[in-house]
């Protein structure tokens, strides 16, 4: 039996689903939109398309697609609902599995709507880090999606995204040898260069997400060639063009995640999804506090790394007169990033928070508390502290130097009470970190310590 006619399997029912009608096509098979009586619910079925009767492979893989997403429960997964076979009178067995329907579409259809070739980057962040998420989920589980594109990551409701079609995974922790080469399997525009070799690895994953990442900066796919052979051979054995050449509105460290992300070795890439994106977060982060310098601009103190019992946001270092504009920025951008009130967050979520560095014209000298305490740790990577709607002002350091206080503007006039000394405790970052005490104030035009920092005074 032939599953091309459209006609032939509409108003047809697969176990007590009825078909409406075909939405596209999956790594094996068949995508139709059904209806499920029982629940009132639409929903999603993928059905196998055999080429041949006796295709054992392939009904395999269907079956292993089904056990994979099953065994994963991720917001951003996208789980079955059933699996099933149906005989047919010809003696042929229909295989299938159900999945929710997702009626906003993919990414690759959002790609396409876009005007623009090149997506904002906070949206292209948001929809990187989703799946980035969903990835790693997997991969801790031990499976290896190998077909990580735009249009196996779904979107309800237009922002939240869903990994998709997992035809083509691999369970590394499964001993069994269902095919003897990889060769062929993914699709060649995101396709990693040991995959196409046949030997898929979590990394191979990565290298996706990297391509995809690559497409939604510049607008373009870093390998595409007249065919499939043509674009694996690219991805074998050609260096991708540098992102800057098609966008050059990205940093060069953001060009050089980027890179990385694509490098033909794998332990050259990242070693998470994750990581990627985290990394692409930070130069985007940097990125937007960034000062422009010219030759003839006086040059404005920056900040320091704090030592041990100096107030932070009282300490700086004048810049030495032979440091070019060049190296006053990079030095720049390394110290304002220590802490960041919101900036990386409107990076990561488009979510129009106001955003806060650490000013850099201060003219006070450094103030050493009478009993310094240093704190556990320190990093050059962001601290995301999530809380303000408004502009942040003032910011405050307790005098031991391990709380920090911030105001905004907002109508309730909030204050919020940072704990960075187990902030900074933490060892995994970036992270939207969350203030341990919350205070409102009729006004707050001025905050003060005590001086054994036990109480803070609100005027």
Do not use: C
Request: hydrophobic share 40%; proline share 7%; charged share 20%.
């Amino acid at each position: 039996m032939s599953y091309e006619n459209e006609a032939e399997l509409r108003k047809r029912t697969l176990g007590r689903y009825r078909l409406l009608r075909r939405i596209g096509h999956g790594g094996m098979g068949e995508v139709w939109l059904a209806e499920d009586p029982s629940l009132y619910r639409q929903i999603a079925i993928n059905i196998l398309l055999l080429r041949d009767q006796d295709d054992q492979q392939a009904l395999l893989r269907f079956a292993r697609e089904a056990r994979a997403i099953a065994t994963l429960h991720h917001p951003h997964i996208l789980p079955v609902h059933d699996y099933g076979k149906q005989e047919e009178p010809d003696g042929q067995v229909m295989t299938y599995i159900v999945m929710p329907y997702v009626a906003g579409g993919s990414l690759a259809d959002r790609i396409a709507a876009r005007t623009s070739s090149i997506m904002p980057q906070h949206e292209a962040i948001n929809y990187l880090a989703q799946a980035a998420e969903a990835i790693d989920y997997a991969h801790r589980h031990g499976i290896i999606h190998r077909d990580v594109k735009p249009q196996n990551l779904l979107l309800r409701d237009g922002t939240w995204l869903l990994l998709a079609d997992f035809g083509l995974a691999y369970s590394v922790l499964v001993d069994e040898q269902i095919t003897t080469s990889g060769i062929g399997f993914g699709t060649p525009d995101y396709m990693s260069p040991e995959q196409a070799q046949g030997k898929a690895e979590m990394a191979s994953d990565i290298y996706s997400l990297a391509v995809l990442a690559y497409q939604l900066f510049t607008g373009r796919l870093p390998f595409h060639g007249e065919t499939s052979y043509a674009t694996i051979v690219q991805h074998i054995t050609m260096a991708p063009p540098p992102p800057r050449q098609f966008n050059p509105a990205l940093s060069a460290a953001t060009e050089t995640v980027l890179l990385r992300g694509l490098a033909k070795t794998v332990g050259e890439r990242p070693s998470s999804a994750l990581a990627f994106i985290s990394e692409l977060q930070q130069t985007l982060a940097d990125a937007q506090f960034a000062p422009t310098l010219s030759s003839n601009e006086e040059l404005i103190p920056t900040l320091a790394k704090r030592p041990a019992g100096v107030d932070a946001p009282e300490t700086y270092v004048k810049p030495s007169p032979r440091e070019t504009p060049r190296e006053i920025q990079r030095k720049t951008l390394l110290t304002r990033r220590n802490v960041l009130l919101g900036g990386a967050t409107l990076v990561a979520a488009g979510a129009g928070l106001s955003t806060w560095a650490v000013a850099a014209n201060q003219t006070k000298k450094p103030v050493v508390s009478p009993s310094p305490t240093a704190l556990p740790g320190s990093t050059d990577r962001p601290i995301v502290l999530l809380g303000h709607n408004r502009a942040v002002s003032p910011l405050v350091w307790s005098p031991q130097g391990s709380v920090l206080a911030s105001a905004d503007s907002s109508g309730n006039r909030q204050v919020l009470l940072w704990d960075m000394q187990q902030i900074l405790t933490e060892q995994i970052m970036p992270v939207p970190y969350k203030a341990k005490q919350s205070l409102n104030s009729v006004t707050n035009l001025l905050l003060a310590w005590s001086p054994d920092g036990k109480a803070l005074a609100i005027g």
